[in-house]
Structure formats: C-alpha cells, structure tokens
T-cell receptor
Framework: GNSVTQMEGPVTLSEEAFLTINCTYTATGYPSLFWYVQYPGEGLQLLLKATKADDKGSNKGFEATYRKETTSFHLEKGSVQVSDSAVYFCALGESQGNLIFGKGTKLSVKP | DTGVSQNPRHKITKRGQNVTFRCDPISEHNRLYWYRQTLGQGPEFLTYFQNEAQLEKSRLLSDRFSAERPKGSFSTLEIQRTEQGDSAMYLC?????????????FGPGTRLTVL
C-alpha cells in the first residue's frame, strides 16, 4: 500500500538557519503530495501542496518540489523564524481523497 | 466560514464505556473524513463520507466503531466498549469534493483518554 516516510525529529535550529525536512513516499501511480503544519495548541493546516511531478509548492517562505525520480517531497525554508516552531507532516493523497501521513517532524527554532 | 468544529474537545472515560464524538464540517463541504492520531504518530485514516454515504472504512475501524452522517451535515463517531488502546486524538476533516488534490480542513480534534 501507499506510505510516507519523513525524517524523525526533533529538529532544533537557530533563527535564520536553513531548514530541510526530508520526505519520501511509496505509491502506485502519481499521487498528490502535501505538507501540513500543526502549531502548538492548534489544528492541522495545509502549508503547501503539489499535484504532479516537478510541481513546486510554496507558501510562507517554505518550498517543496515533487520529485518523481526520487519519490521525494522535501520541505525547505531558507531562513526559519521562531514562529515556525511546529510539527510538520508530509502527506500523500490517495485516489479516494483520504490522506496518508508521515509520523511528523517537530521543529523548534531558538532565538 | 467558521471552520471545522469538534465536540467535546476532551473526553475521559472508563474502559468498557461507550463514547460519542461530534464533528461539524464547513457547511458547503460534502466530504467528511475521520482520522485517529496517537502520540508521536501522524494521523491515520479511519473512514469518510460523501454527503450522507459512508464510502470507505479503514481496517483500523473495528466493529466497536461506528460513524454516521445523517442528512450529510454533521457526523458522529461512536466507540462502544472502549479499550485503553482507543486512547488517542480523533480528528475530523472536510473538503469540498473527493478530489485527491483538494485541501482538507481539519478540526481541533477530540482527545480521548480511556482509564
């Protein structure tokens, strides 16, 4: 079946550092890919998405590129802020619409 | 747009009791999903509805679990004869259609603790 693997955390960075959170997937066909974020005390919210190979999703300075050849969708940000501290989930959209999530990566950004 | 709401936010129960959770999706969304999230894990799909029809159930959804969505509006998730292993966060999400490309909007979740 389909699955998502993302790097385990926690990840601790200093403000303005570069962020990469790795995500790879296993799927039949070409699913849509998502990054969701969960800020402390809040619900999951969509950060960005890509629906086909070579698409780049971007939002709030975060980017991820759908790489079919490496089955990856790594999340990057050039300069993190304290307000980016959250748990990040990589997810895959199945054909019926439900999502398959990775385990999540907790990011802490220190001032 | 008031977002997806879930009630209660927290539920503590004793093993063997029945519990019911409610989810109110965004009003124009016809798809509604239930997920379960345990500590340190990502959400796991349980079931989904298109309007009032329950179209898919995960193998995670044992016979003790039942979900309904009467009239295609709010949904309820009932767990009968709760077990300690049922302790988790139960998340509801809704989307405009069943397209795998559509954003799902999540509620804040109901945290269940089974003693």
């Amino acid at each position: 079946g389909n699955s998502v693997t993302q790097m385990e955390g926690p990840v601790t960075l200093s403000e303005e550092a570069f962020l990469t959170i790795n995500c790879t997937y296993t799927a039949t066909g070409y699913p849509s890919l998502f990054w969701y974020v969960q800020y402390p005390g809040e619900g999951l919210q969509l950060l960005l998405k890509a629906t086909k190979a070579d698409d780049k999703g971007s939002n709030k300075g975060f980017e991820a590129t759908y790489r079919k050849e490496t089955t990856s969708f790594h999340l990057e940000k050039g300069s993190v802020q304290v307000s980016d501290s959250a748990v990040y989930f990589c997810a895959l959209g199945e054909s019926q619409g439900n999502l398959i999530f990775g385990k999540g990566t907790k990011l802490s950004v220190k001032p | 747009d008031t977002g997806v709401s879930q009630n209660p936010r927290h539920k503590i129960t004793k093993r063997g009791q029945n519990v019911t959770f409610r989810c109110d999706p965004i009003s124009e969304h016809n798809r509604l999903y239930w997920y379960r999230q345990t500590l340190g894990q990502g959400p796991e799909f349980l079931t989904y509805f298109q309007n009032e029809a329950q179209l898919e159930k995960s193998r995670l959804l044992s016979d003790r679990f039942s979900a309904e969505r009467p009239k295609g509006s709010f949904s309820t998730l009932e767990i009968q004869r709760t077990e300690q292993g049922d302790s988790a966060m139960y998340l509801c999400a809704s989307s405009r259609t069943g397209s795998p490309y559509n954003e799902q909007f999540f509620g804040p979740g109901t945290r269940l603790t089974v003693l």
